[in-house]
RNA sequence: GGGCCAGUAGCUUAGCUAGGUUGAGCGUUCGGCUGAUAACCGGGAGGUCCUCGGUUCAAAUCCGAGCUGGCCCA
């Protein structure tokens, strides 16, 4: 293998990424990666679909960039990684969409454009959006099988659904009936609590009178939606709570009152009393049973029937209840759940006089016609009328609204299709047990939570645009499932032709089937899926089960799911909701749940308050790799993201010092011929530095698949990066690059050579899941395999593991970094040798990695010789004069012995000094000593020790200071010249102070071989010639260009 | 109103499981290097660890209350 291409160019996404997106096309390099590890064990990940009615954005470029990224890693470590994405097409958001573009106002509008039509709309829109969906991913570098994936609305996929529902039917999990749920009076149907968005609105808040029917007083009731009034049943009070009979006057007519004691006070506040007096405090238990008249009974006239039935109009206990407020809450069955719930515990009729879009039905007898929420008002007039009006107000709070037309809901009570997960909710619980998740606590707190408190499943929909819900039922009544399309294809009545049916609305509504008990034809029923059931059945539908068996037998279920926290209602439930209804087990064994991207200053990005960015413009302005790299540099975990434009630059940044590290060695590889599979390690003398930027390799590596085995993928692209700058960029290239340019045959430039190969062949692989486009781009001269992504994770090879030879360099590099510091201080640039490091320690650690790494040592810090001693016994003791002390006795002399004094040595002190030609000697207290290193020694600690440098010259380092002076003029010179390596030059060198160039002169083989000049001349026939100032002095150099 | 998660330098964050001198990157500032060079490297400044209380010899870390933000629910 050769090393071919000279790398020039900076690192620079927007050539580079285009560039290796063609390359993979042409070399069909996705489909080669996958062949790499066709034959490894199975591994089933499953993609959560997105839903196809928007376009990718942060969130799901973050959500697809990790995916991605463990995909490629899994495959790395030996997996045949599933990897079919998917999307979600069916479903109320959709048909919201395509209501919008057509200017729908409500189901009429569909029913009169014909429902074929709409449907067709539907999928239009639908396969339109995954294909720009589609087009997004790839822009990401995310590989997966783009041209295969699963949609909910094929065939097979919707015959995974029935087939899962059938499962459930004939479990006796489904079921018909009334519950309350929550309808979207415009999309006239119900959505699931997984649709319902929360936001803040003012409602009417009303306290109203209740008057009982044995005795003169009334139950003050609290609420914000009066138009449940009408259809109220009952009254619950918590039973445990204290209450209150209170004596209320207004304008001297009296009233009584029952309300909780805790809530007497601010009622009768709010009721504008006069005064008021407590006469009675009881349990609510003691109300219980107790009867009242509905105060709108005139106005609704089935209320009157209703009172007649047993146990209407009562008082009973609920655990819902809160003693704020009244304490006594107005309940209607057919408009609340915990109402419903507890009526039904008492065997309370549901009365829900409201139609699907929202408007009251005759049964409200005055109200009908009226839409609910406008009949607000009309309901507070005729009980303020009526006189049973205690207070009236508005209530700001949030409420549920309908999370694609954003229409407030309503509850109401309408025959709907249940899967009831709450029959089988201990197995539900169990299932969660035998699943992983990433963070733990998403399993144990968060989702346990939710399942606990899940209800019944309600998942008939009575739109279009959905999975047909598979029951058909005969004039008798009997319900008859069907699972598969060949059980309907031998149910189906007349001639009909299931092959090429489309399982949608309308098409098959018109297919009858032959009751399964009484053998008469059946009618569907209009209803289709709740598109949740769809998404639910991923782990098997998408492999085409049933219809296909063998997929799944292989797969199923799915080893790994990624998703955001918000799926824990969602795609992380109804898994486990169908999973568990149909199969009775969980259908995913590890979940990692990452979390969402928020804007820049941590709000949700939201498009009412414009604070979107997008994925494109990210990548527009940093890149591809950029944008992974700082999506993935975030806990994963359950974390929100803060987006940053900072952080991608940065990050554009770390990877350009990778790009550079890569750039770096490779025009002398190419110039030496240098080919890695001849040369390699064991064929090479390597130095302690290779040895120890190997080790470090190792341990990286150990470290990287550590954290990739709990998917910390922040973690091990933190280890990777910091590796590759901190020890490759700062440390070992700084070390190596002298090696560069020595001889051709040199083996330690060939040791040099295959180290960095190593380096950087194995780092290319790690850093491949991350940075997909710029690894490809570099592993081109390092291997021969078409893509990178097809190699194995290069495993750590604990031989070349050597935990002493770390520990010790990060010692040297400790104490590096203090003689750099030191420098510094004594204003001694590095480019001048200094005479003598001596390092101070009382650590045997620090004493032995010095001694063993001492010539590497004095070749970082450019020193002659260094000593480690345990004590630096060259410190002087320096006077510190006290002018307390001095002053009153030396009057106005004291300035002058303090300036005598001051940093004098202690000896010099103590003999007396000279004032005005005068000894004078001080007193003890006239005087402080501090030890200060010597002239020309400047002292710097680290963890460990102290490095003390003596920056003293002397002509030897004069003279070698001055001749890299020159060297580093000349070199300049020679890239203007804009020379190649190898040519030659002579150099002429004059200067204004003669003793630099006689200094010089002792170096001048120094000068020569590292200038590649053949000779120095007093005058050369210079192409260039320029003044340099060298340390203040003025130096002409020439430079003469020789011709070969 | 409830559950869960987060709050550390101007910004992004590590450290929190198992208490013992808050560490890094970006930015800023000063400097070095000059055969990776519109690159690379070093030093400095910058922190009430959200607030208040508790436990402890010792709290960013454990406990309690609150505030702010996020997700989920009512």
């Given at each position: 293998m050769d090393i071919e291409d000279e790398i020039t160019g900076r690192y620079d996404p927007h050539d580079l990424e285009p560039d290796v997106k063609g390359y993979w096309d042409e070399a069909d390099a996705y489909e080669t990666a996958k062949e790499a590890h066709a034959d490894d064990p199975n591994l089933y990940f499953l993609d959560g679909p997105p839903y196809t009615s928007g376009q990718m954005h942060l969130g799901t470029a973050w959500n697809k960039t990790?995916?991605?990224?463990?995909?490629?890693?899994?495959?790395?470590?030996?997996?045949?990684?599933?990897?079919?994405?998917?999307?979600?097409?069916?479903?109320?958001?959709?048909?919201?969409?395509?209501?919008?573009?057509?200017?729908?106002?409500?189901?009429?509008?569909?029913?009169?454009?014909?429902?074929?039509?709409?449907?067709?709309?539907?999928?239009?829109?639908?396969?339109?959006?995954?294909?720009?969906?589609?087009?997004?991913?790839?822009?990401?570098?995310?590989?997966?099988?783009?041209?295969?994936?699963?949609k909910t609305v094929s065939k097979e996929y919707m015959e995974g659904a029935w087939w899962a529902f059938k499962r459930a039917f004939d479990r006796g999990l489904v079921e018909r009936g009334k519950r309350v749920i929550n309808q979207c009076p415009r999309c006239e149907t119900a959505i699931a609590d997984a649709e319902i968005e929360y936001d803040e609105i003012d409602s009417p808040s009303?306290?109203?009178?209740?008057?009982?029917?044995?005795?003169?007083?009334?139950?003050?009731?609290?609420t914000t939606t009066p138009w449940t009034i009408p259809a109220n049943l009952y009254v619950a009070v918590d039973e445990d709570a204290?209450?209150?009979?209170?004596?209320?006057?207004?304008?001297?007519?009296?009233?009584?009152?029952?309300?909780?004691?805790?809530?007497?006070?601010?009622?009768?506040?709010?009721?504008?009393?006069?005064?008021?007096?407590?006469?009675?405090?009881?349990?609510?238990?003691?109300?219980?049973?107790?009867?009242?008249?509905?105060?709108?009974?005139?106005?609704?006239?089935?209320?009157?029937?209703?009172?007649?039935?047993?146990?209407?109009?009562?008082?009973?206990?609920?655990?819902?209840?809160?003693?704020?407020?009244?304490?006594?809450?107005?309940?209607?069955?057919?408009?609340?759940?915990?109402?419903?719930?507890?009526?039904?515990?008492?065997?309370?009729?549901?009365?829900?006089?409201?139609?699907e879009d929202g408007v009251y039905t005759d049964e409200a007898g005055d109200y009908a016609g009226k839409f609910v929420r406008d009949a607000n008002e009309g309901v507070t007039d005729d009980l303020t009328d009526g006189?049973?009006?205690?207070?009236?107000?508005?209530?700001?709070?949030?409420?549920?609204?309908?999370?694609?037309?954003?229409?407030?809901?309503?509850?109401?009570?309408?025959?709907?299709?249940?899967?009831?997960?709450?029959?089988?909710?201990?197995?539900?619980?169990?299932?969660?047990?035998?699943?992983?998740?990433?963070?733990?606590?998403?399993?144990?707190?968060?989702?346990?939570?939710?399942?606990e408190n899940?209800?019944?499943?309600?998942?008939?929909?009575?739109?279009?645009?959905?999975?047909?819900?598979?029951?058909?039922?005969?004039?008798?009544?009997?319900?008859?499932?069907?699972?598969?399309?060949?059980?309907?294809?031998?149910?189906?009545?007349?001639?009909?032709?299931?092959?090429?049916?489309?399982?949608?609305?309308?098409?098959?509504?018109?297919?009858?089937?032959?009751?399964?008990?009484?053998?008469?034809?059946?009618?569907?029923?209009?209803?289709?899926?709740?598109?949740?059931?769809?998404?639910?059945?991923?782990?098997w539908a998408s492999l085409g089960y049933p219809s296909d068996e063998e997929a799944f037998d292989e797969l199923w279920p799915a080893d790994l799911i990624i998703e955001a926290h918000d799926q824990t209602r969602g795609?992380?439930?109804?898994?486990?909701?169908?999973?568990?209804?149909?199969?009775?087990?969980?259908?995913?064994?590890?979940?990692?749940?990452?979390?969402?991207?928020?804007?820049?200053?941590?709000?949700?990005?939201?498009?009412?308050?414009?604070?979107?960015?997008?994925?494109?413009?990210?990548?527009?302005?940093?890149?591809?790799?950029?944008?992974?790299?700082?999506?993935?540099?975030?806990?994963?975990?359950?974390?929100?993201?803060?987006?940053?434009?900072?952080?991608?630059?940065?990050?554009?940044?770390?990877?350009?010092?990778?790009?550079?590290?890569?750039?770096?060695?490779?025009?002398?590889?190419?110039?030496?011929?240098?080919?890695?599979?001849?040369?390699?390690?064991?064929?090479?003398?390597?130095?302690?530095?290779?040895?120890?930027?190997?080790?470090?390799?190792?341990?990286?590596?150990?470290?990287?698949?550590?954290?990739?085995?709990?998917?910390?993928?922040?973690k091990a692209q933190k280890a990777l990066l910091d590796f590759l700058t901190e020890d490759v960029s700062r440390f070992y290239v700084q070390v190596v690059r002298p090696r560069m340019w020595e001889a051709e045959d040199s083996p330690t430039k060939n040791a040099a050579y295959?180290?960095?190969?190593?380096?950087?062949?194995?780092?290319?692989?790690?850093?491949?899941?991350?940075?997909?486009?710029?690894?490809?781009?570099?592993y081109e001269n390092l291997g021969d395999v078409t893509t990178v992504h097809a190699l194995d994770f290069p495993e750590a090879d604990d031989a070349l593991r050597d935990e002493t030879l770390e520990k010790r360099m990060d010692v040297l590099r400790e104490a590096e970094e203090a003689a750099a510091n030191a420098r510094q201080q004594a204003e001694r640039k590095l480019r001048w040798p200094v005479r003598r490091i001596v390092v101070s320690t009382d650590e045997d650690d620090v004493r032995d990695a010095l001694g063993a790494l001492e010539p590497l040592f004095l070749d970082r810090v450019n020193s002659k010789s260094l000593e480690v001693v345990e004590e630096y016994d060259e410190l002087v003791e320096v006077a510190e004069p006290q002018m307390g002390a001095i002053g009153p006795e030396?009057?106005?002399?004291?300035?002058?012995?303090?300036?005598?004094?001051?940093?004098?040595?202690?000896?010099?002190?103590?003999?007396?000094?000279?004032?005005?030609?005068?000894?004078?000697?001080?007193?003890?207290?006239?005087?402080?000593?501090?030890?200060?290193?010597?002239?020309?020694?400047?002292?710097?600690?680290?963890?460990?020790?102290?490095?003390?440098?003596?920056?003293?010259?002397?002509d030897e380092i004069r003279a070698e200071g001055y001749a890299r002076e020159l060297v580093r003029r000349v070199q300049e010179m020679r890239k203007e010249l804009d020379l190649d390596v190898e040519e030659r030059i002579r150099v002429s060198f004059d200067a204004e102070d003669d003793e630099i160039l006689e200094l010089a002169e002792r170096r001048t083989d120094y000068i020569l071989e590292e200038t590649r000049a053949d000779g120095i001349a007093d005058e050369v026939d210079a192409d260039l010639t320029e003044d340099w100032d060298v340390e203040g002095i003025r130096v002409t150099v020439g430079v003469e260009v020789l011709t070969v």
């Open positions: 990790l995916k991605d990224a463990v995909i490629r890693y899994l495959r790395m470590r030996g997996h045949d990684v599933t990897d079919q994405p998917g999307y979600d097409m069916h479903g109320l958001p959709i048909e919201v969409k395509v209501e919008e573009k057509l200017g729908f106002e409500n189901k009429s509008d569909i029913e009169e454009y014909g429902v074929e039509n709409f449907i067709d709309e539907c999928k239009e829109f639908a396969n339109d959006n995954l294909d720009a969906m589609n087009d997004d991913f790839r822009s990401m570098g995310v590989w997966m099988d783009w041209d295969d994936p699963y009303i306290y109203v009178k209740f008057p009982l029917e044995d005795e003169d007083g009334s139950l003050v009731i609290w204290e209450y209150a009979k209170v004596r209320a006057t207004k304008d001297g007519d009296e009233e009584f009152l029952y309300v909780a004691s805790e809530c007497v006070e601010d009622v009768l506040r709010a009721g504008r009393y006069d005064d008021y007096d407590v006469r009675e405090t009881f349990d609510g238990s003691a109300l219980v049973g107790r009867g009242y008249e509905h105060p709108l009974v005139d106005r609704v006239p089935r209320q009157k029937e209703l009172d007649n039935e047993e146990g209407v109009h009562e008082v009973y206990a609920a655990d819902f209840v809160e003693t704020d407020r009244t304490g006594l809450v107005h309940s209607a069955p057919g408009h609340g759940v915990d109402d419903f719930e507890v009526g039904q515990e008492n065997d309370l009729p549901v009365f829900s006089p409201v139609g006189g049973y009006m205690l207070a009236e107000g508005t209530h700001e709070h949030r409420y549920g609204h309908c999370w694609r037309c954003d229409t407030p809901i309503v509850f109401v009570a309408t025959d709907q299709w249940f899967i009831t997960v709450t029959d089988v909710k201990d197995r539900l619980l169990e299932e969660i047990d035998k699943s992983e998740w990433h963070p733990q606590w998403a399993r144990d707190s968060r989702f346990r939570d939710w399942v899940a209800r019944d499943w309600n998942v008939s929909r009575q739109r279009y645009w959905g999975i047909p819900v598979p029951i058909w039922i005969c004039d008798e009544g009997h319900r008859t499932c069907i699972g598969t399309r060949d059980e309907l294809q031998e149910r189906a009545v007349g001639d009909v032709n299931v092959e090429e049916l489309d399982l949608h609305r309308p098409d098959v509504d018109e297919v009858h089937v032959e009751c399964a008990d009484c053998g008469e034809p059946a009618e569907r029923v209009v209803d289709v899926f709740d598109v949740w059931l769809d998404s639910a059945t991923a782990s795609w992380f439930w109804t898994q486990l909701g169908m999973g568990v209804t149909a199969l009775d087990e969980i259908p995913y064994k590890e979940v990692v749940m990452h979390g969402h991207a928020l804007d820049e200053d941590g709000r949700k990005m939201s498009k009412s308050v414009g604070n979107i960015v997008t994925p494109q413009e990210a990548i527009d302005r940093h890149g591809v790799d950029p944008l992974r790299c700082f999506l993935l540099s975030h806990d994963q975990h359950g974390d929100d993201m803060r987006f940053s434009w900072d952080e991608i630059e940065a990050k554009k940044r770390t990877l350009n010092v990778v790009w550079n590290t890569y750039r770096f060695p490779l025009p002398y590889m190419r110039l030496d011929g240098f080919d890695p599979d001849e040369t390699t390690l064991e064929d090479v003398e390597t130095t302690t530095a290779d040895d120890w930027v190997l080790s470090r390799l190792q341990t990286v590596e150990s470290e990287y698949a550590g954290y990739m085995e709990e998917y910390e993928i922040d295959a180290t960095l190969y190593a380096v950087l062949e194995q780092s290319v692989r790690m850093l491949a899941p991350f940075a997909p486009h710029l690894a490809e781009r570099m030396f009057g106005e002399d004291a300035e002058k012995v303090m300036k005598a004094v001051r940093d004098e040595p202690r000896e010099k002190v103590e003999d007396g000094v000279e004032i005005d030609g005068e000894t004078v000697t001080l007193d003890e207290d006239m005087v402080e000593y501090t030890d200060k290193t010597p002239e020309d020694v400047e002292a710097v600690g680290f963890d460990g020790g102290t490095v003390y440098v003596d920056v003293s010259l002397d």
